[in-house]
Antibody, heavy 119, light 108 residues
């Protein structure tokens, strides 16, 4: 059973960079899966941020592409999200999730971590 | 990008009743690559349906999905107390992958 766990600062200053890591257990990040980030502002819906394949191929939401970097660390079996130039609008619960392939649904999710952008 | 519109916004029903949730896409969803998720307060979304009509592992058969092209439906045949939650549709046929705004199923 694959498990995912997000970690990172819960508070980021405006104009700073949000950095989160997702640790994968119960499976290898080098398997034929895509690894995704999704966020949810408080009381609102879900927004797909982007994803990465273990070989390093990435796919980003155009609405965030200029500020997003997703990377993978095979040695630690984890992947990471960096979102730059954050504002209060980036305050959200951030989820990491797994997809079985490119055009497949998100079948395993982390529990989510709340990141607040505030000075 | 494909815009998904869910209706109604809120559905007020009693346990044992049938729930019918709609998801309409702004353009045809490739190969019926449409999923439904359930989300309870404080929890991550859980995959219910993929490929428009296939149940994910461990999902009870009271949940069913149907539709193709631009119109999709999630049906819960008889609501159990644990089914009261928010439901999201998502298309994964055309990047960027997008979600609907959600339908809340609440106890009447």
């Amino acid at each position: 059973q694959v498990q995912l766990q997000e970690s990172g600062p819960g508070l980021v200053k405006p104009s700073g960079t949000l950095s989160l890591t997702c640790a994968v257990s119960g499976g290898s990040i080098s398997s034929s899966n895509w690894w995704s980030w999704v966020r949810q502002p408080p009381g609102k819906g879900l927004e797909w941020i982007g994803e990465i394949y273990h070989g390093g191929t990435t796919n980003y939401n155009p609405s965030l592409k200029s500020r997003v970097t997703i990377s993978v660390d095979k040695s630690k079996n984890q992947f990471s999200l960096k979102l730059s130039s954050v504002t209060a609008a980036d305050t959200a619960v951030y989820y990491c999730a797994r997809k079985g392939g490119y055009a497949t649904p998100l079948d395993y999710w982390g529990q989510g971590t709340l990141v607040t952008v505030s000075s | 990008e494909v815009v998904l519109t869910q209706s109604p916004g809120t559905l007020s029903l009693s346990p044992g009743e049938r729930a019918t949730l709609s998801c309409r896409a702004s353009q045809s969803v490739s190969s019926s690559y449409l999923a439904w998720y359930q989300q309870k307060p404080g929890q991550a979304p859980r995959l219910l349906i993929y490929g428009a009509s296939s149940r994910a592992t461990g999902i009870p058969d009271r949940f069913s999905g149907s539709g193709s092209g631009t119109d999709f439906t999630l049906t819960i045949s008889r609501l159990e107390p644990e089914d009261f939650a928010v439901y999201y549709c998502q298309q994964y046929g055309s990047s960027p992958w997008t979600f609907g705004q959600g339908t809340k199923v609440e106890i009447k």
